[in-house]
């Protein structure tokens, strides 16, 4: 019975290791940061949306929402490295990710989907003619 209850301890305590260490990708890290209007480029400003960052697996999910931007401004999103600072970004290491145009009230959603580009720490840039948005610095993905 000894050998029975030694087997059967293993057994569990292997599988519970197996279920600790298991992580679905329904449970990968998120992370939202405000959006603010950031028209002086010292990042103050007012909150105009948020962005949303959410790794699964090898690739990662990008969602920003403007609530409160300039009515009929079309704006490139860009994903910029960081120091870890106010857009102290790396200039050898941004990439555009699209486009978002806001409606006539200055509402406008964006979403992608890839492979990380850069890794380490992120903030986004989402700039038009009239609007400069900036995200906040993001824990590498």
Do not use: H
């Not at 305590?13 to 197996?18: D, H, N």
């Not at 959410?54 to 960081?82: L, M, R, Y």
């Amino acid at each position: 019975m000894k050998i029975r209850k030694g087997v059967l301890f293993s057994f569990l305590l292997v599988a519970g290791l197996s279920f600790v260490g298991f992580s679905p990708q329904s449970y990968a890290a998120k992370q939202k940061k405000n959006l603010i209007d950031d028209s002086s480029l010292d990042c103050s400003g007012s909150t105009v949306g948020k962005v949303i960052v959410v790794k699964k697996g090898s690739d990662v999910i990008v969602k920003v929402k403007i609530t409160n931007g300039i009515p009929n401004e079309a704006c490139g999103v860009f994903w910029v490295c960081s120091n870890g600072g106010c857009r102290d970004g790396n200039g050898n290491c941004s990439l555009r990710l699209g486009e978002t145009t806001m409606n006539g009230s200055g509402k406008g959603k964006f979403k992608w989907k890839g492979s990380i580009p850069f890794e380490g720490r992120v903030y986004f840039d989402i700039s038009g003619t009239a609007g400069v948005y900036y995200s906040g610095v993001f824990d590498a993905p």
